[in-house]
T-cell receptor, first 114, second 109 residues
Framework: KAGVTQTPRYLIKTRGQQVTLSCSPI?????VSWYQQTPGQGLQFLFE???????NKGNFPGRFSGRQFSNSRSEMNVSTLELGDSALYLC?????????????FGPGTRLTVL | KQEVTQIPAALSVPEGENLVLNCSFT??????LQWFRQDPGKGLTSLLL?????REQTSGRLNASLDKSSGRSTLYIAASQPGDSATYLC????????FGQGTELSVKP
């Protein structure tokens, strides 16, 4: 079974631009979560989608948004990029509710904002 | 607010040693606790998941324990190898995963 895939793997953007990251979960998994990892703050939860509905959200500004499609693929969007948005963005998938299942992570998208 | 702390932040050991990584959390209302491994610049690999009703889980040379009442978990690595060098993260699930800052492990040949 193929693992979680994320595209693109690397991105360089400038301040003020917007960016869209994509995540394809493991086949059959319906829950997708997004995380931001930075050296200073560590790994922080962004949001979780299950069956196309956002079920939980972390403490990030409204510039960070996401969505999930009927095939469980998910995208996250960051508008009006700031230097502090430079990070490794990870997504994870689980088969169902996500509360008792193992979370399987993708390789991440490395975003650099100049 | 759930807070997860990992001690030590970094650890260097010679090959063959047994070692223990520590994780503590402030809120015992969790569904489970998960240990991950992260290699530099890479994603996370799940090592062990302990449900809230369980006390420990084992996989090969790894053993993880969970004491919800005291808010602690340990990851025991037996007979460490250079290939075990990585950052180890624990995370508690209470509706969303809350991560510790990780322990950076270096195993010297």
């Amino acid at each position: 079974k193929a693992g979680v895939t994320q595209t693109p793997r690397y991105l360089i953007k400038t301040r003020g631009q917007q960016v869209t990251l994509s995540c394809s979960p493991i086949s059959g998994h319906r829950s997708v979560s997004w995380y931001q990892q930075t050296p200073g703050q560590g790994l922080q939860f962004l949001f979780e989608y299950f069956s196309e509905t956002q079920r939980n959200k972390g403490n990030f500004p409204g510039r960070f948004s996401g969505r999930q499609f009927s095939n469980s693929r998910s995208e996250m969007n960051v508008s009006t990029l700031e230097l502090g948005d430079s990070a490794l963005y990870l997504c994870a998938s689980t088969p169902s509710t996500g509360f008792t299942d193992t979370q399987y992570f993708g390789p991440g998208t490395r975003l650099t904002v100049l | 607010k759930q807070e997860v702390t990992q001690i030590p932040a970094a650890l260097s050991v010679p090959e063959g040693e047994n070692l223990v990584l520590n994780c503590s959390f402030t809120d015992s209302a969790i569904y489970n606790l998960q240990w991950f491994r992260q290699d530099p610049g890479k994603g996370l690999t799940s090592l062990l998941l302990i449900q809230s009703s369980q006390r420990e889980q084992t996989s090969g040379r790894l053993n993880a324990s969970l004491d919800k009442s005291s808010g602690r978990s340990t990851l025991y690595i037996a007979a460490s190898q250079p290939g075990d060098s990585a950052t180890y993260l624990c995370a508690v699930q209470g509706g969303k995963l809350i991560f510790g800052q990780g322990t950076e492990l270096s195993v010297k040949p």
